[in-house]
């Protein structure tokens, strides 16, 4: 079946510091491909996506790119700030019998001023 | 945007009560779902509802049912509260190819 998978955290940064986190997935087909962010005491909200290799999805000074050869997916900022600190899920969708979607356990980011 | 409300920030239910969580959205979205949301588990769907009065089980459906009589609004529905599911559940529906979520009920299970 489909499935997602990303790096544990959590993970300390300090502000200005470069962001990576990885995930790569599983899937038949061809899958769209999500992050979205959790901040505290909020649902998710979708970060970007994109749908078709080599796409890259941009947001708030984030950037995936979907790399289909290595079924990765995996986020990245330049320079994180303090209000960047939540939890970020990498998700796939897939049309089976609908559309359903697949997601990683998260990964928690803290951000130090 | 897109509005999806959940009926109840946080819950505190005793075991064994019938428990009901609402969730409503305002964009005439077909597809609806529940997850919960476990530390280290991330989200794992429930239930999941593409129609009125159409229903379909995800990866963990024990011990909850839903209920779908009107296109805006999709209940989940704990028959009898077990301390394992308390959780965060949070409630999506589907436009553009993408998840709205609401805000999330935490419930707790004593």
């Known amino acids: 079946g489909n499935s997602v998978t990303q790096m544990e955290g959590p993970v300390t940064l300090s502000e200005e510091a470069f962001l990576t986190i990885n995930c790569t997935y599983t899937?038949?087909?061809?899958?769209?491909l999500f992050w979205y962010v959790q901040y505290p005491g909020e649902g998710l909200q979708l970060l970007l996506k994109?749908?078709?290799?080599?796409d890259k999805g941009s947001n708030k000074g984030f950037e995936a790119t979907y790399r289909k050869e290595t079924t990765s997916f995996h986020l990245e900022k330049g320079s994180v700030q303090v209000s960047d600190s939540a939890v970020y899920f990498c998700?796939?969708?897939?049309?089976?019998?609908?559309?359903?979607?697949?997601f990683g356990p998260g990964t928690r980011l803290s951000v130090l001023p | 945007d897109v509005k999806v409300t959940q009926s109840s920030r946080y819950l505190v239910k005793r075991t064994g009560e019938k428990v009901f969580l609402e969730c409503v959205q305002d964009?005439?979205?077909?597809?609806m779902f529940w997850y919960r949301q476990d530390p280290g588990l991330g989200l794992r769907l429930i239930y999941f509802?593409?129609?009125?009065?159409?229903?379909e089980k995800g990866d963990i459906p024990e011990g909850y049912s839903v209920s779908r009589e009107k296109k805006e609004r999709f209940s989940l529905i704990l028959e009898s509260a077990s301390t394992n599911q308390t959780s965060m559940y949070l409630c999506?529906?589907?436009?553009?190819?993408?998840?709205?979520f609401g805000s999330g009920t935490q419930l707790s299970v004593l």
């Open positions: 998700a796939l969708s897939a049309f089976n019998y609908g559309q359903n979607f697949v």
């Open positions: 899937a038949t087909g061809y899958p769209s």
């Open positions: 994109a749908t078709k290799a080599d």
């Open positions: 964009m005439d979205h077909e597809n």
């Open positions: 509802s593409y129609d009125v009065k159409m229903k």
């Open positions: 999506a529906s589907v436009g553009e190819e993408k998840l709205f």
